[in-house]
Each structure stands twice: as C-alpha cells, then as structure tokens.
C-alpha cells in the first residue's frame, strides 16, 4: 500500500472535519515514506507558524517510525532520546504527528498544528482513521 493524492486528501478531509468539529483552525500535512509532502491544508484563520510545524511533526513521525507524542517522552531529560530534537533537524517532539503503517512499514504520516498539543493528536488520529 502506498499514500498517494487520493488518499492523502481523504485522509486531510477526515482530519479537516474533525477540526471544525472542535472549532478550531488547523494546518493538515500528510507525507509519504520518505518524509516529502504530498498534500497539504491550512484551514481559514489557522496560525502560519502552523504550516511548517504540521509537515515537521508528520516528517519526524516517519523517520521516528512512530507518534511525535512518543518521541517527545523518549526525548526528556533522562531518556534515551534526550537532545534529540537539537542533533537532528526539522524534529518535533510534541504530539500531533502520527505515522502509518503498512504491516511493519511504514508509508507515510499525517501532521496536524493548530491548536493545543491534545487537539492537534486528536485531528490527526482522524486522519489516520480515514484509512
């Protein structure tokens, strides 16, 4: 399975829905294995600063192999990934990044920036679910 146009704007859709559901404009990025964006969306009046941390947070997802909610635990002091965020760039570690897989591999990740840390994990899980 692979994401392409097609489903990276049904996934962006379901995602869109979700946000004007809890009223609150975001910026959806879905991305492919390697990270590069597919398809991008940035809902009336959401924050412009949003838009590179949408693509950011669906990137570490996929080069993390796993949610920027994770990586950010594994990223505090003490842990494994500690400074992580500093050594790699383009890494975000807070949620609202989230990856799909593909049996064990991975094909992409959806990245949602806009509102708090809950609310952007809770529209990108929308778009995943669109699957």
Do not use: C, H, W
Not at 19 to 39: C, H, Q, T
Not at 42 to 67: C, E, H, P, W
């Amino acid at each position: 399975m692979k994401i392409d146009l097609e489903t990276a704007e049904r996934m962006i859709e379901a995602a869109k829905e979700e946000a004007e559901k809890i009223e609150v404009p975001m910026v959806i990025s879905v991305v492919d294995n390697a990270g590069k964006l597919i398809a991008l969306e940035r809902m009336d009046n959401a924050l412009q600063v949003s838009i590179g941390l949408s693509q950011q947070k669906a990137y570490t997802s996929v080069v993390m192999r796993n949610t920027t909610e994770e990586v950010g635990k594994l990223a505090q002091p003490g842990n494994e990934l500690y400074g992580i965020e500093v050594s790699v760039d383009d890494l975000v570690t807070f949620g609202g990044g989230i990856p799909v897989f593909d049996g064990d591999e991975v094909i992409g990740a959806v990245g949602v920036s806009g509102g708090a840390v809950e609310e952007d994990m809770q529209v990108a899980q929308a778009g995943v679910d669109a699957l």
